[in-house]
């Protein structure tokens, strides 16, 4: 069964201090991994898609990675502001269905 | 470029009724996908339309019913009510491609 699987579940940090968050996947045929943030009470907001393992993205603090088996989302010197929801999610087809984790609530304390 | 629009913003049901929610993709898209996300969980994959069809449904039973217009927009309706249903009901759009872009939300509460 396909499953995608985050950690850790919540992330509290100081100020500049960095940071990974996980998402593992077991799927078959992984046509594209999505990181978006989500913010309480709204929306989710797109930040990347990976296609291929090796493939890095980055956007201002934020860059995510993409293993045969997992990515990561790396935060540099987070700021109170970076304070949301991150979610992943995998699609295996090219429609863009989407399958989630359960996402990882992350805290920035100044 | 205008984005996804939801509406309503908020609504309130008992259970059994009926309720239709109203998406409007983001200018350009052709494709229109809905989630439920239940509290402190990631979004679940309802169904997806595309040309006015049905392009593939996840593992809601078929009271969660749908429909896409000519000119894109489209809608949610869901029948019979549970208390379960209450959740947030988010819409997505994309054009030709996986990238998903979500609207607002819906947030529905049954009674």
């Known amino acids: 069964e396909d499953q995608v699987t985050q950690s850790p579940e919540a992330l509290r940090l100081q100020e500049g201090e960095s940071s990974s968050l996980n998402c593992s996947y077991t799927?078959?045929?992984?046509?594209?991994l999505f990181w978006y943030r989500q913010d309480p009470g709204k929306g989710p907001e797109f930040l990347f898609t990976l296609y291929s393992a090796g493939e890095e993205k980055e956007k201002e603090r934020l860059k995510a990675t993409l293993t045969k088996k997992e990515s990561f989302l790396h935060i540099t010197a987070p700021k109170p502001e970076d304070s949301a929801t991150y979610l992943c999610?995998?699609?295996?087809?090219?429609?863009?269905?989407?399958?989630f984790g359960a996402g990882t609530q992350v805290v920035v304390t100044p | 470029e205008t984005g996804v629009t939801q509406s309503p913003t908020h609504l309130i049901k008992t259970r059994g009724q009926q309720v239709t929610l109203r998406c409007s993709s983001q200018?350009?898209?052709?494709?229109v996908s809905w989630y439920q996300q239940a509290l402190g969980q990631g979004p679940q994959f309802i169904f997806q339309?595309?040309?006015?069809?049905?392009?593939g449904r996840g593992n809601f039973p078929p009271r969660f019913s749908g429909l896409q217009f000519p000119n894109y927009s489209s809608e949610l309706n869901v029948n019979a009510l549970e208390l379960d249903d209450s959740a947030l009901y988010l819409c997505?759009?994309?054009?030709?491609?996986?990238?998903?872009?979500f609207g607002p939300g819906t947030r529905l509460t049954v009674l």
């Open positions: 999610a995998v699609t295996t087809d090219s429609w863009g269905k989407l399958q």
């Open positions: 339309y595309y040309r006015e069809e049905e392009n």
């Open positions: 997505a759009s994309s054009r030709n491609g996986p990238e998903q872009f």
């Open positions: 799927v078959s045929g992984l046509r594209g």
């Open positions: 200018s350009g898209h052709n494709t």
